[in-house]
Structures are given as C-alpha cells and as structure tokens.
C-alpha cells in the first residue's frame, strides 16, 4: 500500500519555457524544490539553488522549479514576458555542465492567473521569493517566505526524503 501525503500539491499542470515540459505539481515523481519569483526577485534563487546542488547534485534527487508570477502581466503581452523569460532559459542552458538536460535543470515556467501561487499561500512575491518543497508523491512537505532561505529549505528536503 503506497503512503499518502497529508497535504497534496495542487493539481496544476504549468509549460517550461524553451523545450515546453509539463509540469503537473502533483505529480512530480522526485521531490522538488519549487521556488515562487517576481521580477522584483528574480536574483533571490540563485544561492537556494547552489544550496540544494551542493547536498542534492541532481535532477533525478531533487527536480528545481523556478515559477515566475506572471499574474501582473496582461495576456496582451504575455508572449513579451514569454520572450524575457526565454532569454533566462537561453543564459541557463548555455551554463549547464555537459550531459546535463535542459528539460532536466532548467524549469522556467509562468503562472499566469496565480493557480499554482495562491493555493500554496503565496499572495506576493515581489519582496521575498516563495518556496514549496513537494515529495515524491506529490504531498507538500512545507512552505517557506523571508529571509535566508536556503536555510529553511534543507531541513524540509531531509522531510521529503524520508
């Protein structure tokens, strides 16, 4: 009999920018450290990714997503936004080591009407970026928004591991 989580992901399926992987929250298969980011932000997930990389190197230990809260955007320019977003995919990629899969490392997705943001509890992102970290079989283990986040981050990937 599978354990089930306690709190399920929501069950939202979001596009990465560049190679167009869906991403269903809920269905993940690894655990994930999914990061919340505004413009305002964007420079925030940087040192949570190298901490999570320097405990769990790969993809198929802990997936990495960056959402971009794309609910300020209005769909009149939401292929512009799109275009900037895909510059980030394109800087990425170009710095990934060899053998390493940009559908793998690189997962660039918006969220456009706030489906994903709001049902983890993340109404603003544009001071502090929001974490969710999510098992592997889809139960979110805990949130996180402030300061240091790297430091909080670990302890709940120890959680989903287990």
């Known amino acids: 009999m599978q354990e089930q989580s306690l709190n399920p992901a929501p069950a939202v399926t979001l596009k990465a920018i560049g190679h167009g992987r869906q991403l269903t929250f809920n269905a993940l298969g690894t655990a994930a450290v999914v990061m919340f980011v505004a413009r305002e932000t964007s420079e925030q997930p940087q040192p949570v990714v190298n901490a999570v990389r320097e405990k769990y190197p790969t993809a198929g230990e802990v997936m990495i997503v960056n959402v971009a809260d794309g609910r300020a955007f209005p769909r009149l320019i939401h292929k512009v936004a799109e275009q900037?977003?895909?510059s980030s995919y394109n800087d990425a990629v170009s710095?990934?080591?060899p053998g390493m899969?940009?559908?793998d490392y690189v997962l660039i997705a918006p969220d456009w009407d706030g489906a994903l943001l709001k049902p983890l509890g993340f109404d603003d992102v544009s001071k502090w970026i929001g974490i969710a970290?999510?098992?592997?079989?889809g139960g979110v283990v805990g949130t996180?928004?402030?300061e240091d986040a790297p430091s909080h981050v670990l302890p709940l990937l120890e959680r989903a591991a287990r």
């Open 144 to 146: 996180y928004q402030g």
């Open 133 to 137: 970290v999510i098992d592997a079989r």
């Open 101 to 103: 899969k940009p559908e």
């Open 84 to 86: 900037i977003m895909k």
């Open 95 to 97: 710095n990934l080591e």
